[in-house]
């Protein structure tokens, strides 16, 4: 899988297999992907496919934002340590969701892709 720049950052994206301790989160809990702030590396799966591994992506890569734009420790500076996992997932789970909405709301507003700063997403064609 290919890097991606967020804010700046340059975050890498590896597959890995089952039982590699990346993929093991700050609650000794198995995932299927994980992401470390720390080393800018987003832990994935091998065996993860699409479509799972793109829901997976776009979570990952949420948590990607929080991190680069400054919004996790701002979080985390307002919630009390024990409520950190919860919060950073819900976040996550914020970014995520509200990105694709807002991507297909203004797809379907045009007519056609959103195109910025040289990225295009959405399909324009999309009634839903």
Known sequence: MRP???????WRVVRVPAGDP???DRTDTPRLATTDPATRT????????PPLLDRVMLHE?????TVSRGLLGRMRSVVPTSAWVPVEEWAAQ???????EAVAAASRSLGRPVCVDGTCMGQ???TT
Request: aromatic share 4%.
């Open 42 to 49: 987003i832990s994935v799966l091998e065996s993860v496919m």
């Open 124 to 126: 324009g064609t999309n």
């Open 4 to 10: 991606f720049v967020v804010n700046g950052e340059v």
């Open 22 to 24: 990346s993929l093991i």
């Open 61 to 65: 890569a949420a948590h990607a934002i």
């Open 94 to 100: 914020l970014v995520e969701g509200h990105a694709i």
